[in-house]
C-alpha cells in the first residue's frame, strides 16, 4: 500500500530565501507524483506533475523532482514570498487513485 | 479561478435533513472525484466517476450518495449525516481517469452537521 510522507510539517522562513519541501512514498512503482498548493479554507491548486518517466518539472519559481529509486520527491521554491505562504501537498499515484501526504505549511516572513 | 465550481460554498444542516452538494466543470473532463477533507489532513478520495460511471467507491457509507447527471456535472446527496461528517467536501476533475492527467480542484464546500 503506498505511504506518502512530507517533512517538514511547518516552516517558517525569511523572505526572498530558496527552499525546498520534502515528500517521500513507499512503493517505488509510482505512476506519477503531483504537487498542490492549499490556502485555507480553499481548494487545492495543482502545481506541478511529474510523470514516471521524468525527473522533474519547473513552472517560474517553482522546480519539482522524482527519483523513484529513492522513493523521494522534492519541491524547491526560489526567492520565496509571502504570497507563498499555504500548506504544500504531495500526492503520489500507482493505483490510478491520489494518496496524499500530510502537507508542509510554508510561512514567509516579510 | 478555479475552473471547477463548487456549491454551496457553506452549509449547515441537521442530522435529519436531506441536501446535496454540487459541482460542475466545463474543461470537457471525463474524469470527476468526490473527496473529504476534515481540518488538518489530507483530502481523502470518496468516489470516482468515469465517463458518467461509478468507479470507485472507497467503501463510502450509504448516507453519502453521488450522482453524475452528465459529463459535466456531479452531484453529492447527503442525508441522515452524522457531527462528524463535518468537513471540506472538494470536487475534482481530470482529462481522463488515467494517472497521467493532473487533478482540478474546486474551491470546496463547507459542511457543519449539529
Known amino acids: 500500500k503506498q505511504e506518502v510522507t512530507q517533512i517538514p510539517a511547518a516552516l517558517s522562513v525569511p523572505e526572498g530565501e530558496n527552499l525546498v519541501l520534502n515528500c517521500s512514498f513507499t512503493?517505488?512503482?509510482?505512476?506519477?507524483l503531483q504537487w498542490f498548493r492549499q490556502d485555507p479554507g480553499k481548494g487545492l491548486t495543482s502545481l506541478l506533475l511529474?510523470?514516471?518517466?521524468?525527473r522533474e518539472q519547473t513552472s517560474g519559481r517553482l522546480n519539482a523532482s522524482l527519483d523513484k529509486s529513492s522513493g523521494r520527491s522534492t519541491l524547491y521554491i526560489a526567492a520565496s514570498q509571502p504570497g507563498d505562504s499555504a500548506t504544500y501537498l504531495c500526492?503520489?499515484?500507482?493505483?490510478?487513485?491520489?494518496?496524499f501526504g500530510q502537507g508542509t505549511t510554508l510561512q514567509v516572513k516579510p | 479561478d478555479t475552473e471547477v465550481t463548487q456549491t454551496p460554498k457553506h452549509l449547515v444542516m441537521g442530522m435529519t435533513n436531506k441536501k446535496s452538494l454540487k459541482c460542475e466543470q466545463h474543461?470537457?473532463?471525463?474524469?470527476m472525484y468526490w473527496y473529504k477533507q476534515k481540518a488538518k489532513k489530507p483530502p481523502e478520495l470518496m468516489f470516482v466517476?468515469?465517463?458518467?460511471?461509478?468507479?470507485i467507491n472507497e467503501s463510502v457509507p450509504s448516507r453519502f450518495s453521488p450522482e453524475c447527471p452528465n459529463s459535466s456535472l456531479l452531484n453529492l446527496h447527503l442525508h441522515a449525516l452524522q457531527p462528524e461528517d463535518s468537513a471540506l467536501y472538494l470536487c475534482?476533475?481530470?482529462?481522463?481517469?488515467?494517472?497521467?492527467?493532473?487533478?482540478?480542484f474546486g474551491n470546496g464546500t463547507r459542511l457543519t452537521v449539529t
Open positions: 475534482a476533475s481530470s482529462q481522463w481517469d488515467r494517472v497521467n492527467s493532473p487533478l482540478h
Open positions: 512503493d517505488s512503482a509510482i505512476y506519477n
Open positions: 511529474i510523470q514516471s518517466s521524468q
Open positions: 500526492a503520489g499515484s500507482n493505483t490510478g487513485k491520489l494518496i
Open positions: 474543461m470537457g473532463h471525463r474524469a
Open positions: 466517476y468515469s465517463y458518467e460511471k461509478l468507479s
